[in-house]
């Protein structure tokens, strides 16, 4: 139980060629992964450039507020 056999050993050698050979699909995925990164980071870093344009102005007080909350 503890030993691989020849069939295992076939097994084992099949996954690791099909996952780690030349151009295989998880070499493409990989790539595809990292541009998809890549392109997420620079839609990021176009959103920080663009400045507002007007400033943030606190709200005017109405009449109704001035009266003093009893509790």
């Known amino acids: 139980m503890g030993s691989f056999g020849p ?5 084992v050698a099949v996954v690791v060629l ?3 050979g ?3 699909k ?4 990989m790539g595809d ?3 998809g990164i890549r392109a997420f980071r620079d839609g990021l870093k176009g ?5 507002t344009a007007t400033p ?3 709200l ?3 009449e109704a507020e001035k009266d003093p909350i009893v509790r």
Request: charged share 15%; aromatic share 6%.
């Open 7 to 11: 069939i295992h050993w076939l097994i």
């Open 18 to 20: 099909l996952l780690f």
């Open 22 to 24: 030349g151009r295989g």
């Open 26 to 29: 998880l070499s493409g995925l």
């Open 33 to 35: 992964a990292a541009k």
């Open 47 to 51: 959103d920080e450039a663009t400045p």
């Open 56 to 58: 943030v102005q606190p």
């Open 60 to 62: 005017a007080h109405a």
